[in-house]
């Protein structure tokens, strides 16, 4: 048997939340977290939680399994289970609407903060615009990002100024624009940055790392930012505001 | 539970109204972002969690890059081989012709595609693709960013919605059209799923964009999403859907998991074997081999599973062989795929074949559209355009696909129809175009099912119901079909219409209650399974991805046209298929060979 607490929270009925255990006969076959929710909600219909692709591109299905964040769809129980137990919460540091589901709405602002498209000045081509592979190259591990927010809501920083600092998931989409040899806007890129929270609240604690469920490393972008920040003399000051 | 009519829910009023945030809505609306008319996206999901973030290998399109002297026409004739002669010639050659100014609209957004040593976007073979008109070779024509395009395509068209301001009603659920008495669709009933505050969304014009519905299998690659949402709304609504008998099984699904494994693998030098190691492709199509048609290679390995030469335990898949292609081609242009197979199939393509079997993948019927996404039924056998319908992408049938869609063809509809579809809707709507109001009595009419199914007390669990379901449409309507079975099938969906109006909705509460949105999604997927059970057992030939074993040639004589599935008599009838392009000849129909 495995036992399985789940998170539990329904604002209309309950006025706080609360673990709820599941016991079920662990499968044959090493399955999936999200497979053995699906199994759960079965028997029980009000558990709540998103799933789309079940196959960890499109990042719904983040949460905290057994204390670390992750995708329920591409975490197998082997990996997952400890002492033949399973504890699953939402990802912290979000207002819960119900159950495994945050209010994401902080998350995507920080998102759409950082002007995630791409911008240039000059007037496009009649075909595409050229890039050398070497330049392409410069994009990976930093595209792939699937907006899922294991990396951002394991992050304490991101936890105390979900507001004010654009956290790891947001910086990564930055460095991706930044990064690109097509993007004209570098400059105000780096300066809509050079405040005291945005980016110089990371104190490189790495959660981020740890945390995200594709191998892409935020701290490696915001790093990178940093230090472009740093070499450009008018964002100096800026900095050392920050404590 | 509160009873639901026109005077307790709120009107919400757009110009223009999408239904689906994945790469058709989202293209539509950025064309209609720009326009100044007040729109609006209704996603059940975040628009980045939408299943084209799922496609892998790339949308095709002749820009000329790996080949200078390529030409649209030859995407063209691929494109109308690829559907057996049932796909409309002038759609095909809008998107074909087209394609290319899309993709590079695409690119100036940031679509981070690879590329090549000269800086222009790379280019794979995928299958059914040729140079000079099947006279010349594989061709090499799919643009692709690593072997995640769909999720660079659907990033990018998201974040240029951003740009542009669009404006999102996102986990919102659509759950009924509204019509007016004229049969006119002046919007939809939705609901936040947030909230469960329901409203109807009231629109000139309302825009399908809601893609598949392969979850009414058992085995698919699709998103647990993908439920036929407006495609089951439009069907109530007694609107036809056509070719639903059409659906594509990728030949590779991941064993046992139903996950993709793009057709890349094959154009980047990948093949399948059987049991005894035999790269049996050669022996089904001596020229394209691996990259035939995904028709021809999903039957192909059907029946070297049921010939006793399939592998593993129960013999019951085949091989996808890549090691031999080397770590450096495979981590550059297979990244994800080498993710997956450890993930789900827990091997190391660098170092063993893929477990593979043909999995539903595409549905290439829908509704019925001209290439502007305005949607039609017929009256007396004659096209007449239903006011206020719109339908894009996967879930409508345009038609570019026919009987059988060519790899990488999906990206490319998506873009340049969600494009024409937000074009039109601009013009149409700026000269006056527009619908007129339905009463309280209409909006009365569509909120029935969903407080039906709110004051359920009693009725059939949902899950099974839905487990039931796929079933039947797994063992009756797969690959290989027989008039006897499908007989069988039918009679059965028969007994789970029933069900489908008595289903239990146990928890009644309103702030994000997946279990009802769930019940609703099973009601869309039943009739989409119905549509496609009534046509494929009506179809009597062998065509694209429709293959009988009770009649095993193509038909010209009687069936080469598209089918019309009536939802109010369950019957079908016959369409013309559009033989007259507009700037090239026409491709007479022929023997179809890889």
């Known amino acids: 048997m495995i036992n399985v607490n789940i998170y539990r929270y329904n604002p209309e009925t309950d006025q706080f939340p609360y673990m709820q255990a599941y016991s079920i006969e662990r499968p044959k076959k090493d399955i999936m977290l999200l497979e053995l929710l699906n199994i759960l909600k079965e028997q029980d219909s009000s558990i709540s939680y998103r799933r789309s692709c079940r196959e960890g591109v499109c990042g719904s299905d983040g949460m905290n399994i057994n204390g670390k964040n992750g995708l329920a769809c591409i975490t197998p129980i082997s990996k997952a289970i400890q002492k033949d137990k399973i504890d699953l919460r939402p990802l912290p540091g979000l207002p819960v609407i119900r159950d495994l589901v945050v209010d994401m709405t902080e998350f995507y602002a920080q998102y759409d903060k950082i002007k995630p498209f791409l911008q240039n000045d000059s007037a496009p081509p009649a075909i595409e615009r050229l890039q050398s592979p070497e330049d392409r190259a410069k994009l990976d591990g930093f595209y792939e990002c699937i907006l899922c927010a294991c990396c951002s809501t394991s992050c304490p920083s991101f936890w105390w100024n979900p507001d004010k600092f654009v956290g790891p998931a947001a910086l990564l989409q930055a460095y991706r624009f930044i990064a690109d040899s097509r993007d004209t806007k570098t400059l105000e890129r780096l300066d809509d940055l050079s405040d005291p929270f945005s980016v110089y609240r990371c104190h490189g604690i790495m959660n981020c790392v740890s945390a995200c469920p594709k191998d892409l490393n935020p701290n490696h972008a915001i790093g990178e930012i940093k230090s472009m920040l740093l070499s450009n003399k008018r964002n100096i000051i800026a900095s050392d505001g920050a404590s | ?594």
């Open chain 2, 1 to 594: 539970m509160e009873t639901y009519n026109s005077n307790n829910i709120q009107t919400l009023e757009f110009d223009a109204l999408i239904i689906g945030g994945g790469g058709s809505g989202m293209r539509t609306s950025l064309e209609l972002a720009k326009s100044g008319l007040k729109t609006a996206v209704v996603s059940k999901v975040f628009p980045t969690r939408s299943h084209t973030v799922s496609a892998q290998g790339g949308i095709t399109c002749a820009i000329g890059s790996a080949d200078p002297d390529d030409d649209w026409r030859w995407h063209m004739y691929d494109t109308v081989k690829g559907s057996d002669y049932i796909g409309d010639q002038d759609a095909i050659e809008y998107m074909c012709s087209e394609g290319p100014k899309a993709v590079f609209e695409l690119e100036h957004m940031g679509l981070p595609f690879s590329r090549f040593e000269n800086g222009r976007i790379y280019q794979r073979p995928f299958g059914g693709q040729s140079k000079d008109y099947g006279k010349g070779g594989q061709a090499a024509r799919t643009c692709a960013a690593a072997d995640r395009t769909g999720h660079a395509l659907l990033h990018t068209l998201y974040q240029n919605n951003i740009k542009e301001g669009s404006n999102f009603l996102n986990e919102w659920f659509a759950v009924e059209l509204v019509l007016n008495k004229s049969k006119e669709v002046t919007g939809v009933i939705a609901f936040s799923i947030e909230s469960g505050e329901v409203a109807y969304l009231k629109a000139q014009a309302t825009v399908m964009a809601t893609g598949g519905a392969g979850r009414i299998y058992s085995s698919t690659t699709n998103a647990l999403i993908n439920t036929g949402d407006g495609l089951g709304m439009a069907l109530r609504a007694g609107f036809p859907a056509q070719d639903m008998e059409m659906w594509q099984f990728h030949p590779t699904g991941i064993y046992g998991a139903g996950s993709l494994v793009t057709e890349g693998c094959r154009g980047e030098g990948g093949y399948l074997i059987n049991a005894e190691g035999e790269r049996f492709m050669e022996r089904y199509a001596p020229n394209a081999k691996d990259l035939a048609g995904r028709d021809v290679v999903a039957r192909s390995m059907v029946l070297e599973i049921l010939e006793g030469r399939g592998c593993g335990e129960h013999k019951d898949h085949v091989l996808l062989k890549l090691d031999h292609l080397g770590t450096d081609v495979l981590n550059a242009k297979l990244p994800g795929i080498c993710e997956l197979s450890k993930t789900f199939a827990g091997i190391d393509p660098v170092y063993e074949p893929i477990p593979v079997v043909p999995t539903c993948h595409y549905m290439m019927g829908g509704t019925p559209t001209n290439i502007h996404g305005q949607a039609f039924t017929q009256y007396n056998g004659v096209d007449e355009i239903i006011p206020g319908l719109f339908s894009v992408g996967e879930a409508a049938c345009v038609s570019v696909h026919g009987a059988n869609r060519l790899g990488g063809n999906s990206l490319l509809d998506l873009v340049v129809f969600g494009r024409a579809a937000g074009l039109h809707i601009q013009e149409a709507l700026k000269s006056g175009g527009g619908v007129s109001d339905s009463d309280s009595d209409d909006i009365d009419q569509a909120l029935r099912s969903l407080n039906a199914l709110n004051h359920s007390e009693s009725g059939f669990e949902v899950a099974e119901v839905k487990r039931e379901l796929q079933a039947v449409m797994q063992n009756y309507f797969g690959v290989f079909r027989r008039g006897d079975y499908m007989e069988k099938g039918v009679a059965e969906l028969n007994t789970i219409r029933d069900k489908i109006s008595n289903l239990h909705l146990k928890d009644k509460s309103a702030a994000f209650n997946t279990s009802r949105v769930e019940a609703l999604e099973l009601r869309n997927l039943f009739e989409v399974a119905e549509a496609t059970a009534i046509a494929s057992l009506k179809r009597t030939e062998s065509r694209g991805a429709h293959a009988r074993d009770d009649f095993k040639e193509r038909d010209d004589e009687n069936w080469l046209c598209h089918s019309l599935y009536n939802p109010t008599n369950k019957e079908l009838s016959k369409r013309g298929v559009n033989f007259e392009p507009k700037q090239v000849e026409t491709f007479e129909p022929q023997i179809r060979t890889y």
